[in-house]
């Protein structure tokens, strides 16, 4: 059994700095990509940014250049160094997480930019 259990999440004001992070556990073989979702109130899941086992980052449009991305494979972690932050971050993010060739996801972590 596979789990995802995304921390970190919280109210900043706008300008702030928030760090997610987002652990697995369980049966955690050939690790793949892992990367940070994020859906808002009536809007689509969206991607914020993808890192490949080894290393290889994307990121969408909008958090380029503030967010980033990191993972630490011996502790089966991802993370999202998150700054500059504006109201239109405000969203519940979740972790992906392909593990033997299957996408896992986390419950979510809310995160809130007050302008």
């Known amino acids: 059994q596979v789990q995802l259990v995304e921390s970190g999440g919280g109210l900043v004001p706008a300008g702030g700095s928030l760090r997610l992070s987002c652990a697995a556990s369980?049966?955690?073989?050939?690790?793949?990509?892992m990367g940070w979702y994020r859906q808002a109130p009536g809007k689509q899941r969206e991607v914020v940014a993808t890192?490949?086992?080894?290393?290889?980052?994307n990121y969408s449009n909008s958090v380029k250049g503030r967010f980033t991305i990191s993972r630490d494979n011996a502790k089966n972690a991802v993370y999202l160094q998150m700054n500059s932050l504006k109201p239109e971050d405000t969203a519940l993010y979740y972790c992906?997480?392909?593990?033997?060739?299957?996408?896992?996801w986390g419950q979510g972590t809310q995160v809130t930019v007050s302008s």
């Open positions: 992906k997480a392909n593990i033997r060739w299957r996408d896992y």
């Open positions: 369980g049966r955690i073989t050939n690790l793949n990509d």
């Open positions: 890192i490949t086992n080894a290393g290889t980052t």
